[in-house]
Antibody, heavy 115, light 113 residues
Framework: EVQLVESGGGLVQPGGSLRLSCAAS????????MTWVRQAPGKGLEWVAN????????YYVDSVKGRFTISRDNAKNSLYLQMNSLRAEDTAVYYC????????WGQGTLVTVSS | DVVMTQSPLSLPVTLGQPASISCRSS???????????LNWFQQRPGQSPRRLIY???NRDSGVPDRFSGSGSGTDFTLKISRVEAEDVGIYYC??????????FGQGTKVEIK
């Protein structure tokens, strides 16, 4: 059974940093692109970033470029999102998902940026 | 960026009746490889999204056959043949042909009358 479990969310002040993690199991992690998607409170879905199987390609939505970094550790079956210079508008539930087609999703982790 | 526009944004339906959601893209989603990367997702209240349909019309494993996807080019439709109570939620289309970014529609809220 495919499982994706996010962690690392919490309350952070504007300008602060957080590192999200996604632990994957039930599939060969190193064989899949991985994606982060976020959902602001009461809003729709927004694609944030994704990363190729070997980490050689990474893509970001314009609003997070230069502030967020996606990475992965295939030996640990884990996906990460380092978020720096956080803003109020980054407040959202962050989901990790398998593949560019988002065929499986985790339960999400809430990031709140507020003073 | 490709803009995805869904309609309606709110869809009250009667149990057992059909429902239809439209999704239009700002440019054709036919890829250079001949595929059309248009997916549909369901998000039930309080839950994570779940993919229902990929590449326009292919149902994911475990998705009831009352859900179907169709369309081509810029116009796509998700149909529920007979709405059940568990179908309440928000439905999103997403394109993966022109990236980055991958883009979602605004979402359509399906509720029971």
């Amino acid at each position: 059974e495919v499982q994706l479990v996010e962690s690392g969310g919490g309350l952070v002040q504007p300008g602060g940093s957080l590192r999200l993690s996604c632990a994957a199991s039930g599939f060969t992690f190193s064989s899949y692109w991985m994606t982060w998607v976020r959902q602001a409170p009461g809003k729709g879905l927004e694609w944030v970033a994704n990363i190729k199987q070997d980490g050689s390609e990474k893509y970001y939505v314009d609003s997070v470029k230069g502030r967020f970094t996606i990475s992965r550790d295939n030996a640990k079956n884990s996906l990460y999102l380092q978020m720096n210079s956080l803003r109020a508008e980054d407040t959202a539930v962050y989901y990790c998902a398998r593949g560019r087609g988002l065929e499986y999703w985790g339960q999400g982790t809430l990031v709140t940026v507020s003073s | 960026d490709v803009v995805m526009t869904q309609s309606p944004l709110s869809l009250p339906v009667t149990l057992g009746q059909p429902a239809s959601i439209s999704c239009r893209s700002s440019q054709s989603l036919v890829s250079s490889d001949g595929n059309t990367y248009l997916n549909w997702f369901q998000q039930r209240p309080g839950q994570s999204p779940r993919r229902l349909i990929y590449k326009v019309s292919n149902r994911d494993s475990g998705v009831p056959d009352r859900f179907s996807g169709s369309g081509s080019g810029t116009d796509f439709t998700l149909k529920i043949s007979r709405v059940e109570a568990e179908d309440v939620g928000i439905y999103y289309c997403m394109q993966g042909t022109y990236w980055p970014p991958w883009t979602f529609g605004q979402g359509t809220k399906v509720e029971i009358k």
